[in-house]
């Protein structure tokens, strides 16, 4: 469903398992950071009712996963911590060109979201199906739902305001990218890295 020319190594969860304290970091940063594309779209594109309408609701959804993080972190007795470069993220953001019309820009946006979250849908899939620990694997289970209709929300509004060839295109070129980056990365206790 999710299209990725590249599953992260199931490995990846033994490396998760020996930091919980820095993925549920990482995983509440990814979380706030989602909130704020959503809002950043609403103010990019605010004559876009329909988006602006889903954006709201996903920064409420996205700051709720926040809070959820965040209190797996306290129940655990950890901290928080600061925030970090996500290098994934950091990557994937050289894909397409800077410049072109307002519209290509709001595609261009809604195509790194929807690859983001379909990254996090997968990793979230392996974690509820691979981590010891019980608490987190129903918890991660519960989150992969909430990421897929994300992925799918967002490729939906690339294609209606984009042309549904030229964005379909792009989405399978930017798969194709993100599997090299993908290669590269898995070997930290990061959501995406």
Known sequence: MLGLKLPTDPRWVNI??????????????????????????????????????EMIALSREEMGHFNMVHEKILERNLNLGRERKDEYVIELMKFFPKGGSKTTHLVHKLLYAAMIEARSC??????????????????????????????TMFLKFARKYGEKEVVDKKWQDLLNYEAEIMKKLGKKETMHG
């Open 122 to 151: 997968e990793r979230f899939r392996l974690l509820s199906e691979n981590i010891n620990d019980a608490d987190l694997r129903d918890f991660y289970r519960k989150l992969m739902v909430s990421e897929a209709n994300h992925y």
């Open 16 to 53: 998760v398992e020996k930091n919980i304290e820095e993925i549920l970091t990482d995983h509440a940063y990814c979380e706030q950071k989602a909130a704020s594309m959503a809002i950043s779209l609403i103010i990019g594109f605010p004559d876009k009712s329909d988006l602006v309408k």
